[in-house]
């Protein structure tokens, strides 16, 4: 069984979707503390390992002005 380290450096999670990966990582780092950084121990390493290979494998999110959409919408109607 490959540990979490080991399966960020072989890029396993290039093949899961986007939305599990960014969900993922964000429940990894809500559990971690800003000081664990700091001197991690080999469990917060491979964490953060994961975080990062999962966030590097995701798609890039698009922020979209919902006034502006919103308005383009109703001069339609």
């Known amino acids: 069984m490959k540990r979490r380290f080991d399966r960020a450096m072989s890029d396993e999670f290039r093949e899961s979707s986007s939305h599990e990966n960014i969900n ?16 991690p121990t080999s469990k917060t390493i491979g964490e953060l390992a994961e975080i990062v290979s ?17 308005s383009k919408l109703h001069s339609y109607s």
């Not at 993922?24 to 001197?39: G, R, V």
């Not at 999962?54 to 959409?69: G, K, M, T, W």
Request: glycine residues 0%; aromatic residues 4%; negative net charge.
């Open 24 to 39: 993922e990582a964000i429940k990894l780092a809500i559990n971690m503390k800003i000081l664990d950084i700091l001197q």
């Open 54 to 70: 999962r966030l590097q494998n995701a798609d890039c999110l698009e922020v979209i002005d919902i006034e502006l959409f919103t």
